[in-house]
Nanobody
């Protein structure tokens, strides 16, 4: 019933900036964890950044100092502000959310948004 929808992807030159947005629709509760993953062909999907309701924000080492995750008020919208973009940041970016209940964990994924960093 929960649908995550990303927006803001596109083509940007190296050194440029881009902001991704994700809205989680259809959830009656705030997601316990909300964040971003990315994936390139032939590689595993990797965590980029995540912001839980409780606990520390996490960033991949490759994006520390360049990317910032923002989840206003711990709600069900999340943003990824990206600066100083590099060609190696090119990937499909996925919004991801988790709801934890007693004896059950629910994971939700967006459809993916392409980010291409190229001159």
């Amino acid at each position: 019933q929960v649908q995550l929808v990303e927006s803001g992807g596109g083509l940007v030159q190296p050194g440029g900036s881009l902001t991704l947005a994700c809205a989680a629709n259809g959830s009656a509760v705030n997601l316990d964890v909300l964040g971003w993953y990315r994936q390139t062909p032939g590689n595993e999907r990797e965590l980029v950044a995540e912001e839980p309701l409780f606990g520390d924000i996490k960033y991949a080492d490759s994006v520390k100092g360049r990317f910032t995750i923002f989840r206003p008020g711990g709600g069900n919208a999340v943003y990824l502000q990206m600066i100083s973009l590099k060609p190696e940041d090119t990937a499909v970016y996925f919004c991801q959310g988790t709801i934890r209940t007693i004896g059950r964990v629910y994971d939700y994924w967006g459809q993916g948004s392409q980010v291409t960093v190229s001159s």
